[in-house]
């Protein structure tokens, strides 16, 4: 199922709401979903949320419960996470931490990054706590998905770049100067 905008402001009033009403969730929406719902023209498969502690996942499972249960809280040895999905209304919702270790703060899911560089986004009666984007970019690049990483490099050159934070990104996961030229160009205009 691709996501619309309307579809996850929906999914993710549900879950908060439920979420928070079960605990605390201090979470960051990473992966596409926050760029479809800064309004980037990109199709989100699902709604990732990160979280800093285990606890928080099993606030998550508790609270959604209810719905279909796509994975139950699971340490997953293989990516140093632990992590939980649920198909809500529809929509597969995941929440996980990531406990491999970084020193870079300008990674989207580990470190300090999601928790330093983030934005709040205006949805219905919420605010809703979105990975910067230049961090997004910087992963996409490192996924070697050109194709999303120009979608949110069309982004930022419509809405703002914050130049410096993008090229620590960028360092952060490594990306060589060729690989960086097609985005840059985009973002440059």
């Known amino acids: 199922?691709?996501?619309?905008?309307?579809?996850?402001?929906?999914?993710?009033?549900?879950?908060?709401?439920?979420?928070?009403?079960?605990?605390?969730?201090?979470?960051?929406?990473?992966?596409?979903?926050?760029?479809?719902?800064?309004g980037a023209p990109i199709e989100p498969a699902d709604v990732d949320f990160l979280v800093k502690t285990r606890a928080e996942i099993d606030?998550?499972?508790r609270a959604l419960a209810a719905f279909r249960c796509l994975t139950p809280p699971t340490w997953m040895d293989c990516c140093g996470q632990y992590y939980a999905a649920y198909e809500v209304d529809g929509v597969e919702v995941d929440a996980s931490t990531v406990e491999t270790p970084t020193e870079s703060a300008f990674i989207e899911s580990r470190g300090s990054g999601?928790?330093?560089?983030?934005?709040?986004?205006?949805?219905?009666?919420?605010?809703?706590?979105?990975?910067?984007?230049?961090?997004?970019?910087?992963?996409?690049?490192?996924?070697?998905?050109?194709?999303?990483?120009?979608?949110?490099?069309?982004w930022l050159r419509d809405h703002g770049c914050d130049a410096a934070l993008l090229e620590s990104a960028l360092d952060a996961q490594g990306?060589?100067?060729?690989?960086?030229?097609?985005?840059?160009?985009?973002?440059?205009?």
């Open 59 to 61: 606030t998550f499972a």
């Open 114 to 154: 999601p928790w330093t560089h983030f934005a709040e986004i205006e949805a219905g009666e919420r605010s809703i706590k979105a990975v910067a984007p230049e961090l997004r970019l910087a992963t996409e690049l490192g996924r070697d998905r050109k194709d999303r990483a120009e979608i949110v490099a069309r």
């Open 175 to 189: 990306i060589d100067a060729d690989a960086r030229a097609p985005v840059l160009a985009i973002i440059a205009g």
């Open 1 to 38: 199922m691709t996501l619309t905008t309307g579809q996850l402001r929906d999914t993710l009033a549900t879950v908060l709401d439920l979420v928070e009403r079960e605990g605390s969730f201090d979470y960051r929406l990473v992966g596409t979903a926050a760029d479809l719902l800064r």
